[in-house]
């Protein structure tokens, strides 16, 4: 962080579900390392098909009961389309992206062979079978990846990284080139019909708030290698990162959004002070 540069970091949910335990940690993490700094709050709806106008207001109840609070106007990623194809054609004017039609079993099927069998932070390591396609070629239907090797060439990099003030602090985490050509892959920028991805909208919204520091589960901590590559691409300030522990379940499972149980609304209901439930999560 640049000296004097005020710290600013974000919770950025996606209004699909109720938010729960896990949510809560996430979100009084980033509120409590932003401060003295300032606390944003920024809605992941891309995915219109999953994301409901009720489960955004009830994200914005939540976290008033949680006793947080944030700037207005609240940035929402559907309002961010045009700046998100912006990025995409200057990447594209780099000739880096390809159109891609491959649906997942015809990517499962590729790969069938059991030594090409990797798992990414984006799940099986894409074959490569439409990185031959121009973008002129694109169709409505095809998603548009980014070819990594070209990507890296065009650097000049043999390794990407950034550095977790939590996760080994002061030092940089790296992936190599080949580690990422092998382990990451093309990485979609723009899902079929969607204009965009998680990986390449965070970056860009990262960067349009002038967000210093980047909280965010540990599940994610793979993803973050894709974000430094794309923020060294599009000449982005790269951020520094925390990556925070998981709140698990009594069997030790990752929380998820239908886990209603858990939900901070159910604890709510049942009478539980705010104080309460940051007391189950540890804080
Ligand atoms: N919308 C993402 C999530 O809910 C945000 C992750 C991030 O902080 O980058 O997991």
């Given at each position: 962080m640049a000296f004097g540069a005020v710290r600013r970091t974000r919770f950025a949910p996606s209004p699909t579900g109720p938010l729960h335990l896990g949510h809560a940690f996430a979100a009084l993490t980033a509120a409590r390392l932003a401060d003295p700094g300032e606390f944003l709050l920024r809605i992941e709806d891309i995915d219109r098909s999953r994301c409901r106008p009720e489960w955004e207001a009830a994200i914005h109840e939540d976290l008033r009961w949680l006793g947080l609070d944030w700037p207005q106007p609240v940035m929402r990623q559907s309002d961010r389309l045009p700046a998100y194809r912006a990025a995409l054609d200057r990447l594209a004017g780099m000739g880096l992206l390809y159109p891609c039609r491959c649906r997942r079993a015809d990517i499962a099927a590729a790969l069938?062979?059991?030594?090409?069998?990797m798992i990414g932070p984006d799940g099986p390591i894409y074959p490569?079978?439409?990185?031959?396609?121009?973008?002129?070629?694109?169709?409505?239907?095809d998603a548009i990846r980014l070819d990594v090797r070209r990507a890296f060439e065009r650097l000049g990099f043999d390794r990407i990284g950034f550095h977790d003030e939590a996760v080994l602090p002061g030092q940089r985490h790296d992936l190599t080139a080949e580690d990422f050509i092998a382990g990451?892959?093309?990485?979609?920028?723009a899902r079929r019909g969607m204009g965009t991805s998680y990986h390449l909208s965070v970056i860009v919204d990262d960067a349009a708030q002038g967000i210093t520091l980047v909280t965010r589960g540990k599940d994610l901590f793979d993803s973050t290698y894709i974000h430094a590559l794309l923020q060294a691409l599009l000449d982005l300030p790269q951020p520094l990162y925390h990556h925070h522990r998981l709140i698990r379940d009594a069997a030790g499972k990752r929380l998820a959004k239908r886990d209603d149980a858990r939900a901070i609304r159910s604890y709510r209901e049942a009478g539980l002070t705010p104080a309460e439930v940051c007391g189950l999560v540890g804080l």
């Open positions: 069938s062979a059991p030594q090409e069998g490569g079978t439409c990185r031959g396609r121009a973008m002129e070629d694109a169709g409505p239907d990451v892959g093309d990485v979609v920028l």
